[in-house]
């Protein structure tokens, strides 16, 4: 098999068990209030690609971590991306109408049950991530875990990093501004995926150091793609218009850098992240591949 | 000392050590990005009276707990309720102007900053709660604890409450909907800010129990006296427009029952409450006048 059809199968399987465990822990969708449980459902299960935590449970197994108590964690990253995507749709944010070639859920359900959605997936994520029952991992290592997602998912990160982005669209970044943008943005929530996978598995200092520095430069290079998809990508593939950053005059990588510049700056990051991973042995082969395939994707 | 002297100068005292302790714990205000931590900073500091807080560490102590391991805690559930009150006030929510006398957030900084800053709040809670350092609490208790919060902040407490609420515009509900809603919205945030104290304590499952019961009491009627204030307060205590329930048709205990069945309902759940801690020794002093001050509450 070539990592091609490896990684294929293996995204397939992972997805279908990410799936699984969501439709599990998300609170049945007949709940009270209906209409919030059917708008946290609709997000959720709108064809995410789950690289989040499919990134957790990889790095778990580079470290021969065990998959069954990592799956709350896994899950609740999802529920916390997908609470971001949410709030960045809205009219008062990016204001998109389609994604992955749905409705957003301010398009369906109205501003003000998706601004609630959100908040209520973000607060299921640690609802799920302090669970007892069933899950047997130290309850100091659960902490640690809990307050390195909390930290990535927060002001320090990803809410940090969409204000910054936000602030953009008047004050030209340069280089520097951009890069730390996408740091906060969309590179801590993926680096702190990975990070946690690691620490789950009970890795050591170094391999959970050198699954961070992989996590950073994935998460980097992920934006960096995201910015060279929106320039060239097929918006049919995409499920959402492309463009239109060079339509709104956004600053992105291709932007400042020129698209092929930008290209080699990705491909820079995804060697960086390989190279942290070198020592690891061949239970590392999905961080590899998935690696590689982030610098390719189509969508 | 009467009551009433007492009250105020524990009141005082209290919001003063939460206020400190806020300061402590929130991100610095010269943060990076800053206008998000000006923003954060802004509604936490704006002259909130630490009710959920203050009824934390005052069941903590009823129960002879040390107030100092469960600062964290308080102040996580003040950043909660200062989240769902940005939110709240969104034009895509109540659209409200004003809160404490003082512009909304959303017209200070703009809808989309007043969205981060909810979802920065509401993310920070969970970093202060799983912080390690300076805890000297186990671990399986701080877990527990905080999934209490989460749950009762979520889709089955606050968040739930304020999605039926947005409902009750279109859809009228009955006496048993109305209770319901504020059971969700208002009370499950109160109910577990007083059993969280009794947990960090230490205190045994007949306790807890009777603390839930007292501070789920506790919250109907802190949402009952808020209606009828609407109705009668006075705006320049209030900090906001009162009669705004009554213009715009919104279903409340006083449009329901009348405005002295309202009081009477206000004084039933008063009363349950302090005959739940009836057995509890003087350390619960401040939980009963407490309960006093929310039925004669002015603002």
């Not at 709940?31 to 919030?36: E, M, R």
């Not at 994520?125 to 809990?146: N, Q, T």
């Not at 698209?259 to 190279?275: M, P, T, V």
Request: with cysteine; charged share 25%; aromatic share 6%.
């Amino acid at each position: 098999m070539n990592n091609e059809d490896f990684l294929e199968a293996y995204l397939s399987d992972r997805q279908k068990i990410v799936d699984e465990a969501l439709r599990r822990y998300l609170p049945d969708e007949g709940g009270v209030p209906h209409d919030l449980h059917t708008a946290m459902h609709y997000s959720v299960f709108a064809g995410g690609k789950r690289i989040r935590p499919i990134l957790c449970l990889a790095a778990l197994e580079a470290c021969g971590g065990d998959l069954a108590p990592a799956m709350p964690f896994a899950c609740a990253l999802e529920l916390i991306h997908t609470y971001s995507l949410i709030h960045d749709d809205l009219p008062a944010m990016d204001n998109d109408d389609f994604r992955r070639g749905k409705p957003t859920s301010h398009k369906v359900f109205g501003e003000a049950l998706a601004i609630l959605a959100g908040d209520a997936l973000l607060t299921e994520a640690f609802v799920l991530l302090s669970r007892m029952e069933k899950v047997r991992l130290a309850a100091e290592k659960r902490l640690a875990v809990i307050h390195e997602i909390a930290t990535a998912a927060g002001v320090a990160g990803m809410v940090g990093g969409q204000a910054l982005d936000i602030r953009a669209e008047n004050h030209s970044p340069d280089f520097e501004g951009l890069e730390c943008t996408h740091r906060l943005k969309t590179g801590a929530l993926i680096a702190v995926a990975v990070k946690a996978g690691a620490i789950l598995a009970g890795a050591n200092d170094e391999k959970i150091q050198s699954l961070n520095v992989y996590g950073s430069h994935l998460g980097i290079a992920f934006q960096i793609a995201d910015d060279i998809l929106n320039v060239e990508g097929d918006s049919s593939l995409m499920g959402k218009k492309t463009g239109s950053d060079v339509a709104s005059g956004k600053v992105t990588y291709p932007s400042l850098l020129g698209i092929e510049n930008a290209r080699a700056k990705l491909a820079e990051h995804i060697e960086a992240a390989a190279a942290a991973i070198e020592a690891f042995d061949s239970r590392a082969l999905p961080l590899r591949v998935i690696a590689r395939y982030i610098m390719d994707r189509k969508s």
